[in-house]
């Protein structure tokens, strides 16, 4: 096993409070047990442990033994916050622990945390990533959709915006939620950038988006 895996998972247990994780699991709705450390301390954590470490492998081992082996949930998120660390972001070699993440965490805490890290291999790897998150939102696995949905949230003028309305597509008229927030979600952040996009896009798409949806796109507008 990992050395820096098995001393986030130490670490873990040593700030633990207890008394924090039935209510941690009821509100995750999470079979997998926490802890009881918030998610903040476990993210300050990994990166003070890991510091100094620059070795890709070494990284990427570490975040694979603590999210395949995790029994209780923060260590999971640390796993996550491995993927977060320069040595890692951005490279198109982790696209694989990526996908993995997202089609085992199945749930928005997992799937959310590593959209960033698929927007930052985006921003590194266009060519590539691109067409991946094209054949991402034709996947039959509702979390790889939504993070091709989403990948690009906090690119502003940066937005590949037929890449955006590509993702977008096949599940303007989904009905599950996380499918309808997620659009929404993406268009109120593109909105910042370019609100007179959104109204139009929302105003062209009236009778396929949700309600969720357009309150969601429009929040922010007037």
């Known amino acids: 096993m990992s050395t820096l895996a098995d001393s986030i998972r130490l670490a873990l247990r040593d700030i633990a409070d207890p008394s924090l994780a039935p209510g941690q699991q009821a509100y995750m709705k999470s079979e997998m047990p926490f802890l009881g450390v918030r998610v903040p301390e476990v993210r300050r ?3 003070r442990l890991a510091r100094g470490i620059t070795d890709h492998d070494a990284l990427r081992g570490a975040a694979l033994d603590l999210w395949r082996t995790a029994t209780h949930r923060e260590e999971r998120y640390a796993a996550t ?3 977060a660390l320069r040595p890692l972001r951005g490279r198109l070699d982790m696209m694989d622990v990526h996908e993995e993440m997202i089609r085992d965490g ?3 805490d997992h799937v959310d945390e590593v959209a960033h890290r698929v927007g930052d ?3 590194a790897h266009p060519e590539e990533i691109t067409p991946l998150l094209r054949s991402w ?3 039959g696995d509702l979390w790889i959709r939504r993070v091709s949905i989403i990948a690009q949230l906090g690119r502003r003028g940066d937005t590949d915006v037929e890449l955006l309305v590509a993702a977008i597509a096949p599940s303007i008229s989904d009905p599950r939620f996380f499918l309808r927030k997620a659009i929404g979600w993406a268009l109120r952040d593109y909105g910042r950038t370019d609100p ?6 929302v105003a062209a798409h ?3 988006l949700s309600g969720l949806t357009r309150r969601e796109a429009l929040k922010h507008l007037a």
């Open 45 to 47: 954590l990994t990166r």
């Open 81 to 83: 916050a491995i993927t």
């Open 106 to 108: 199945a749930w928005w």
């Open 121 to 123: 291999t985006l921003a």
């Open 137 to 139: 939102s034709l996947d």
């Open 196 to 201: 007179g996009w959104v109204l139009s896009f």
């Open 206 to 208: 009236e009778g396929e």
